[in-house]
């Protein structure tokens, strides 16, 4: 992330979940494809609950778009207490305290509204706000989970319109559910 203002002191992680053929969602914009159960893969890691939780108190604030924020109701919205940012420019139902909207320049949500209060921003969708953040290099880490399951059509995870760019991957974690999870900083050379 560029050193705008006080951004410096913060982190913005991509988080998103795809598919083995690069799709993020199915054409309807489901994504029961991620609760099935697959094989278990014996080399893979497990997560305990404490694991889990310890992580994600680690998260100060969550952005995402509308259709991330939807199927988070859907599911019972699973970021908790986390405060949470949905930039839209619909008027959605506020379900907590904790939720805020947006609709405006993605740099002054950034460093103007998200950077001062918060050091662990993480960015968990939809497609269009997470291309849009990597396009005006916003973007500190990519963590990439690759699902074991071929959609074969559906919501792309990256659109066409991104420019080449380098990342460093830094960790590789297969679980035992057999998801794969791999992490990138932005390359520096």
Not at 52 to 70: H, M, N, Q
Not at 130 to 143: C, H
Not at 154 to 169: I, N, V
Request: glycine share 8%.
């Amino acid at each position: 992330m560029s050193s705008e203002g006080n951004a410096t002191r913060s982190r913005v992680t991509l988080h998103v979940v795809s598919s083995l053929d690069g799709f993020i969602a199915r054409k309807d914009n489901s994504v029961s494809w991620l609760e099935a159960k697959g094989s278990v893969y014996e080399a893979g890691v497990s997560i305990s609950e404490e694991e889990a939780a310890t992580f994600l108190k680690a998260i100060d604030c969550y952005v995402l778009g509308s259709r991330t924020y939807e199927h988070a109701l859907e599911l019972g919205w699973p970021y908790g207490d986390t405060p949470t940012v949905v930039v839209t420019g619909t008027k959605l139902p506020s379900i907590r305290n904790t939720v805020e909207f947006y609709s405006g320049d993605l740099k002054t949500l950034l460093y103007e509204k998200l950077a001062p209060r918060y050091r662990n921003i993480w960015l968990v969708g939809g497609a269009m706000l997470s291309q849009r953040f990597l396009e005006l290099g916003l973007v500190d880490e990519i963590r990439l989970t690759i699902a074991p399951v071929l959609l074969g059509d559906g919501l792309r995870l990256f659109g066409g319109s991104l420019t080449e760019q380098r990342w460093a991957l830094k960790n590789v974690v297969a679980y035992r559910n057999g998801f794969v999870e791999l992490s990138y900083s932005l390359s520096t050379a």
